[in-house]
Structures are given as structure tokens and as C-alpha cells.
């Protein structure tokens, strides 16, 4: 006789996990079910080769909730930290790099005036993203004045803006829709600086810096830095894959199952319903409660069945704007590579290589088209600098970010690959000279293959795009911004939903909440 | 020495300022218009440069101007006049070489007729398209003529200004409310992608959406531009576009006339240097060429770069000061006015067509609109630019001698300050030269029929409108700088640090066009301030 489950939760990355331990907790039954063969989804560690492992979605984390740490207690059940607040450089090919180290910025081309400006757009930015961090921490509020609950939600909303000061309030508002680009001219002269500082904005989105709403795309990173509490940018021992795995050993020691390698084909719904799932081998499991990590378009436009839907719905959700526009590219070293001007003990680093806001601009162009960038901009990290675990006998591994990429799903896709694969690295070379002799193996996922690997569509880190029209009550669509859907017992709990992506785990928190006040 | 005094001087006579100026005289105030150049209407003008041609040397076609302003201020009675045309053309190249041409008609079975050629699918969704856009119009048509409310503001006009808004907007209901927030964020492409399928389809209606700004298609906050196509009106019918009879300088010269005829005065030739403040409060003004004139009060229709350029900083906020230097203006239009012996042929346009009496667009696609806009980031002009082009005297022939015509030409984009240096008389040639090889791409005897040109890059819309980086919206129109943030947030209730200096340009709410609403509203407010009723 087949086990019949309060829930099950489609999808064991980060978001799934927590939901399923914090439903665990409160005494639920939970399955989780996975297609992969290894739990994690996008933030998970991969064997590259023998012998070199790389975290293969996201690199670093920077945004999980310090109190959903300690509440599921992820230090006990193996998170550790080779690196916290790590620095980030600034690479320049011609000239010295520029540090940033908390809130202070140095580089010797870096002028007094600009530094004390970063100091000061460090603090208007900090207050601004502190303002608005309990909106991103919560579950989304309701655009609504019907219940006192929801008027004191919308006014402690409206307070904590006010509670910035008339200056400050205004200034929000003014920023609050506007390009990074401009704003940072505002600022500072440095063009090299202001790149580096847009990077912030622009990774995982699909935009660039002269786009509208770069700006809010900042204040969500700023309030994933300051939830963390001091973490900063952390890389977990053992890569990325370390924090998933914390949080299965939480959940499962709650109580929760996990089942690898049991690919959910469709959800079963009956008498408008959701009853359970059918896996690829034809297994039917049920329960009470389907729980969807799974990306919007997947779940609504897959995996449930487009009887069960009303068309205006349907097309809200095809209309979900996913166009994943980041690479990962993933070397294995032989030695550790030698970037112009970084000083050795900051291999640990966060490097960028982004010479200047238009240089953005000019890898942003092209991917409108379809197009590969000529000169893309990256984000750079060598785990194993911090971590040894991460590869053996003295080698090296470089996992990067890779901006502007296109998503192609052309058939010349594996030649594409191959041709961006040796600009990237031709573009390496000017800031790491010597590194492609050092590379024994490289790899590179354009959002195609990110799709493919990690089953979110268009690979698009954030599910769907970050913005305002997909923001708050709006996330991703209004009827499913409160976690529950139009089927009743079918809920969502991934990046999808409200806050959005990154690796942090509120949308899988606020999920397993708003279960648990649904009753049952 | 004696000065003049007035009740209050307007700064220059372009239709907003003339539109306070007819507003405040009518109230009773003794009234002076102040205006630099040696003709009125600002960008609001017909001039004559060649023979007996007349052109709209800036602004070119009317739409936008309220119909509240133009029956408060009897317009009509004074001679303006508005004609809608009645077609458009997109030209469509085809792979082959051939053209094609998707014509637009003032009959709606036609247009479909037409669009039907190019997809029926199309067809039926533009009919959807113009609904929902016409939705969002009925949403932000009243707030035009409102002044905004200052969010951080507890004064009971405030907390009532913003309740009303939250109120319309909460009214919409959720589904509604995703649809506006959609509407008011995305980029015209993403927008229009859930409509149509033709790419000659989505450009001609998209081109509209880049008019001035420094934004692509692609860029998130166009879609709402589209408004622009929908949201005028000509004497009652709704979204038509039209020609003032005249020239654009017609609804000048009508705001002139019903100034004068109420007693109001206008001097030309009289560029102001500096405001006069005292105690921080408005005195008066000195002119350029020294003279003082004595007011007490200012309505500024220049741009908010120039009239805070002419307040000594001293008298301002620091705050203020860096605010009107983060304006935004970045010019990223041109026009070029061009007479015509006859009217040219284009490639797949019928003779005698009527589309021709419209506007005229050739940008294939989306993309190629896109990258237009990639040549202006990049400090160029573009190499294949959107061109709105009509030609005015086929509907109105008071603007040419018999036979012959003249065809404005409006071009995005084009850059302030070319990157590889600054404007020279060569760049320029070179950069008109290149628009009309690009029409001649076209219309096969352009060149030849060409009689006369006018050209004004961004550059020269600065020097001889005055309008800053020749931004022809007095400030770009992206969130940052709209309703309480325009221009300047703090500020956006048509006043100044400055007690008595008030603004009336369209770097004031609701922005630019010739619209007049931001000399309505500005005048509003004075009068709210004096205590009269208007």
C-alpha cells in the first residue's frame, strides 16, 4: 500500500528543502522528490573531474537569513564557512585593481573624492535597503484595505518610508525606478569603480546598467547582505552544495523523506485538487498538498494539466518574462592563476572584470539580438584558494559568472558554445595571462544548459525576472504571490515567488507558513 | 530711474508660458511676457526660412494640447485650428527587394483590411492592443491636469492628493493593477511581443515610444509611451493626431492673441541674465541687456537647469542645487524640415495614396529600432534612425506655394555631442546628408525634388530654443523624473525655494508635448497662492 503524504514538494533546491524541514518541523508528513540525481539544484557542488569539485549554480552565498540559519540549525548539521565577507577586486588588465573591503573602497587611481562618495552611497543605499528589507523578508502584502491585518501592514509599509526622513523618503522614491547607470554617475567619477559597483546590480538580471530598475535589483542584494548578519559574501566549506545538503539533514532529521532521481512527469488533481504526483516511471504518489519549487512556467505550463487553469491566468504566466542571461564557466587549473595586479593572498577574492559601465553596455548589446558578446563581463571566484577540499594535488578551481550570454537553443548550439567558450577565455588571458596553459578542463553552461541542468526555464537565476511588473503582490503573477495557486492544495515555494532568487531561503520559509496556516 | 512693475512676469513665450500668462491675465493680474528670441512660440513655431514655405520648425503635429486649455482660452475664436490626418505608411522592404506598404486609414474596416494582408492574426490582436492602451489612458488622463501631491507632505491637500490617487488606483482591482504596473515598467518590444507577430506592425507602432527619450524599444519604462498615440484629442475624437492650420506656430499665436486681447503684454527680444532675489524672495529680474524690470511674481517656462542657472546658488538649498545638476536632459532628437517640389514617390506607395497625408515610417523591425538606439549610447547618430515623416501640406496648403509641399522630418536618435568630438558644420552636414540618403533608400526622386533643408540637431535645438541639451521635453520622461519627482522632488508643485518664483515649463508635471497642461496647472497654483479663484 502506497504511503499517503500531508505534502509533497516538487523539487529539492534550497527553497524545497526549507520548505519541506520547516513543514517537517511542525509535525507534517513531507516528501520531497528531486528529479536530479543529487539534491541542491542550482546550489549544489559537482565533480568536475576527479579530484575538483565546483559549486555548479550559484558561488557564493549572500543573502540567506541569519535566524533561518540558527532556527534550522545548519551549523549542526554540517554548514561551515571556509570564507566570509570575503573582498571583491576590481580587475583592471592596464592598470592597478580597486578593493572594496566592507564599506571602504581603495585603489590607486581611486581618488579622495571618490572614496568618501562611496562611503556615503554606501550609507544612503544601506538605509534605503534597510527600509525596505522586511518587505523582502516577509511574505508578500497585499494590495489590499479590507482587514485591519492588511491596513497595518500596508501603513507599517508606508511608515518605515516615512520613518527614512523627508529627505531620505524622497530620495527613494526618486531612485527607486531609475537605471544604475545614472545613478551612479550622480556619484562618483571613477568609471572603473562604478562598474564594479553596477556588477552588483546587474548579475543574474537580464538587463543592463542603463536599464530601469537596476537600482531596485541592488537594494534586494544590499538586503540579503544585511539578513545575513555579518556573513557577507561566504563561501560554504565544501562549496555551495554544503548549505543544501545542511538543510536535507535538517529537514530529514525532522522527519522529512527525500527521493533522488524521481522526476515529477505532471501533478494529479483531483475534483480541482491538487492529489499528489505521477513521476516519469509512472509511480503515482499522493497527498494531500503539492508544493512546487519548480519555476512558474514549469509547474502551471507543464507539469498541470491546462484543463485545470483559466485562460487569462494561462497567459499571465506565459507572458513571465525568463531569459536567463548569465553563463557559468568552470575551470580546472593546474596551478593557481596569476591576475594582473591582485596581490596572491587575495586569490580568495571576488574578482570582477568590468572595466567601465559602457564596457556592460557594449556585452549587454549584442545578447538583444541573440548575439554573443564580444568582450563579456565576469564575476570570478577561486574556491579552492579558501577551501582545499575543492580540488587536490595543488590545483586550482575557477568558477565564474559569465554576462551577457544569449539563450540559445539554436542547432549550432554546441559550436556556439565551443566559439564563446574561447572568447571567454581569450578575455581571461588579457587579465590572467598564462591561465590557458594552466586549464586542464573547462566547462561552460549557457542558460540552455543551466535550463537543462537545473530544470528552471531559460535558465534565469531569479525564475522569473526581478522586476517591478513581477514584484511584491505582483510575484510572479497576483494570484499566486501568497504561495497558495488557483488549485486548491497546490502551492509555490521557490524564487519564483516573492522575494525573488538568490540563495536565501525566504520563499521556501514564507511557503512552509503559509501551509501551515492553511490548516489541514 | 523708473522701472516697470508688474504683477507677475512669465519667462518666455513658448506655449506653456504663454498658456499661464493667458491665465494669470484673465484672473485680473497685469501681466508680461518675456521672450530671448525675436519670435514667440518657442518650440511652438512656424517660421518662414525659404521662399514662400512655411515650416513647424520643432514641434510638428498636434495631439496632446488639452481641450479644457483651448476652451478656457477661447483658441478657437483666436484662430487655432486643428486638422487630423487621415492615414500613415509603413514602408515595408521585403527579402526579395520589393516593397510593400501597411497602410493606416481613418476607417477602421480599411486598417483592418490592411493589417489583415499581414497577418489576421495581427488584425484582431491590434484591436485588443488599442483597448488596453486606451484603458490605461482613462487611468492617467484626469492626473494631467492635477498637481501632484509631495508624499512626504502631512498637509491635508496632500494626504487628499494621495488618497485620491491610491483610491483610482486601488480601484482598478488586482487583475487591473498588474495590468497598469506592467504597462508603466516594461519595455514597448516585451509589451507589444504579447500582441502582435509582424515585425513591420511592431515597429511602426513602436517607434513612437523612443520620441525623445534616451530609451530604446528594449528598454524597460517605454511601453507607457505608447500612450502617446492614444491619448490626445482633436476636437473630441479620441487618439486622432492632426496639423494646426498654420504651422505649429498657429497655437502660439492663438495663446498670443488671447493674451493681448486680455490685456496682456509681450515683449520680444528680451532674454533674461538673472532673477533678482531678495530675502528669498522674487524681486524681479535683470534682461540681457541690463534692465531691470520689477515684479512680484515669476513664472519660469524655461527648463529648471536655466531657471535655477539664473537664481544666484547662494539663495538655494544645497540639496536643490544638486538636484537641478542630476536633471536628466540628454537630448537624443533631431528634425529637419525640407521643401519639396511635389510630392515624392516611395517605393510601394500608390500614387495620390492617402496614407501619405500622415506619418510616414521605413524602420523594418524592432531590432532595427533597437539599434538605433545602441548607435546614441555609443555617442553616434543612428545609422538607421526611426524618422517620422509627414508631409503637412497635403493637408494644409496655406503652408506652401500651389505644387509644391514640404515634409518634416523627426529623427531619433542623434546625440548632444557626437563622441568622436563636438558638432562641427561639416558633422552636421554630413549628419543631414545621411538622412536623406537613408529616405532616398525610399523614395527614388527625393533628392531631386528636394527645394530647401532645415536642420536642427539636438545641439542647435539648445542654442536656439533654449531648451537644455536640446532635450525636447524640457527633462527626460523616465520615473525618476515624473509626477512628484519632476522636476525636482520637493518641488514638484509648480514652486521654488525661491518665495514668488514659480515653474510653468514641462519640466514641470506632466511633462512635455504641446500639451499647455504644465502652464494650466502652474497657473493654478499662483492663483491658489494669491488666494483668487481662476
Known sequence: MAKHYQNIVIGGGHNGLVCAAYLARAGQSVLVVEAANEIGGAACTRELVPGAKVSSGAHLLHAMPADLISDLGLANHGLSFSAQSIKTVSLNADGPAIVFDGDTVKGEDVSAEDEAAYQRFNADMQRMAKALRPVFDKLAPEPSIETWAERLTLLGLGLRIRSLGRFHMRELLRIIGMNFYDLLDEYFENRQLKAAIAMDALLGAEWGARSMGSVLTYLYRLAGYQRSKGLGLALPAGGMGAVSQSIAAAAKAAGAEIRTSAKVKSILIENDKASGVELDDGEKIQAGRVISNADPKQTFLKLVNVDHLDTGFIRQIRNLRSRGRAAKLHLVLKAAPQFKGLQEADLGARMLIAPNMDDIELAFNPCKYGRYPEEPVFEITVPSASDGSLAANGQHVLSAIVQYVPYDDSAELDANRAAFLKTILQQLERYAPGIGKQISHAELLLPRDLENEFGITGGHWHHVELVFEAFLFNRPVPALARHSSPIEGLYMCGAGCHPGGNVMGIAGRNAANQVLKGGQ | ?534
Open chain 2, 1 to 534: 530711474m523708473k522701472h516697470d512693475h508688474y504683477d507677475a512676469v512669465v519667462i518666455g513665450a513658448g506655449h506653456n508660458g504663454l498658456v499661464t500668462a493667458c491665465y494669470l491675465q484673465r484672473a485680473g493680474l497685469k501681466v508680461l511676457v518675456l521672450e530671448r528670441n525675436s519670435y514667440i512660440g518657442g518650440a511652438t513655431t512656424s517660421i518662414s526660412k525659404y521662399e514662400d514655405f512655411t515650416y513647424s520648425n520643432c514641434s510638428y503635429v498636434c495631439s496632446l494640447f488639452r481641450q479644457e486649455i483651448a476652451r478656457d482660452l477661447e483658441l478657437y475664436k483666436f484662430g487655432m485650428q486643428v486638422i487630423p490626418y487621415n492615414g500613415g505608411a509603413q514602408i515595408i522592404k521585403n527579402e526579395d527587394g520589393s516593397h510593400d506598404m501597411l497602410g493606416a486609414y481613418w476607417h477602421a474596416d480599411a486598417n483592418r483590411r490592411d493589417l489583415e494582408r499581414l497577418s489576421k492574426r495581427d488584425a484582431n490582436a491590434y484591436d485588443r492592443l488599442n483597448r488596453d492602451i486606451m484603458r490605461q489612458c482613462e487611468f492617467i488622463k484626469p492626473l494631467l491636469m492635477r498637481t501632484p501631491p509631495d508624499p512626504t507632505s502631512f498637509k491635508p491637500r496632500d494626504l487628499m492628493e494621495l488618497l485620491y490617487l491610491g483610491k483610482r488606483f486601488y480601484g482598478l482591482g488586482k487583475e487591473r493593477m498588474l495590468e497598469t504596473i506592467r504597462f508603466y515598467t516594461m519595455s514597448a518590444a516585451d509589451y507589444l511581443n504579447e500582441y502582435l507577430e509582424n515585425d513591420a506592425l511592431k515597429s511602426y507602432v513602436a517607434g513612437g515610444a523612443t520620441v525623445g527619450t534616451a530609451l530604446g524599444v528594449y528598454s524597460p519604462g517605454t511601453a507607457y509611451v505608447l500612450l502617446h498615440h492614444a491619448m490626445g484629442d482633436i476636437d473630441g475624437t479620441v487618439g486622432a493626431w492632426g496639423f494646426a492650420r498654420g504651422g505649429m506656430g498657429a497655437i502660439s499665436k492663438a495663446l498670443n492673441d488671447s493674451f493681448i486681447a486680455s490685456g496682456g503684454e509681450v515683449r520680444v527680444n528680451a532674454g533674461v541674465s538673472k532673477f533678482i532675489v531678495e530675502r528669498g524672495k522674487v524681486k524681479g529680474m535683470q534682461l540681457e541687456d541690463g534692465e531691470v524690470i520689477d515684479a512680484d511674481l515669476v513664472v519660469s517656462g524655461m527648463d529648471v537647469r536655466r531657471t535655477f542657472n539664473a537664481v544666484d546658488p547662494n539663495e538655494l538649498p544645497a540639496w536643490v542645487v544638486e538636484r537641478v545638476k542630476n536633471f536628466r536632459f540628454r537630448g537624443s532628437s533631431a528634425k529637419i524640415n525640407i521643401a519639396l517640389d511635389g510630392v515624392p514617390k516611395f517605393h510601394g506607395v500608390p500614387d495620390g495614396s492617402p496614407c501619405l497625408t500622415g506619418d510616414i515610417h521605413i524602420s523594418q523591425s524592432m531590432e532595427e529600432l533597437e539599434t538605433a538606439y545602441d548607435d546614441w549610447k555609443a555617442g553616434r547618430w543612428s545609422d538607421k534612425p526611426y524618422l517620422d515623416m509627414l508631409i503637412p501640406s497635403l493637408i494644409d496648403p496655406t503652408m506652401t506655394p500651389e505644387g509644391k509641399h514640404w515634409m518634416s522630418i523627426f529623427i531619433q536618435y542623434c546625440p548632444y555631442e557626437p563622441a568622436e568630438g563636438g558638432w562641427t558644420e561639416a558633422r552636421r552636414q554630413a549628419f543631414g546628408q545621411h538622412i536623406v540618403n537613408r529616405i532616398a533608400e525610399f523614395s527614388p526622386d527625393f533628392t531631386e525634388k528636394m527645394l530647401h533643408m532645415e536642420l536642427r540637431t539636438p545641439k542647435d535645438i539648445e542654442t536656439e530654443v533654449g531648451l537644455t541639451e536640446g532635450n525636447i521635453f524640457q527633462g527626460e520622461l523616465t520615473m525618476d523624473q515624473l509626477i512628484f519627482n519632476r522636476p525636482i522632488p520637493g518641488y514638484a508643485q509648480y514652486r521654488s525655494p525661491i518665495k514668488g518664483l514659480y515653474m510653468c515649463g514641462s519640466s514641470t508635471h506632466p511633462g512635455g508635448g504641446v500639451m499647455g497642461a504644465p502652464g494650466a496647472n502652474a497657473a493654478r497654483e499662483v492663483l491658489l497662492d494669491l488666494g483668487r479663484r481662476n
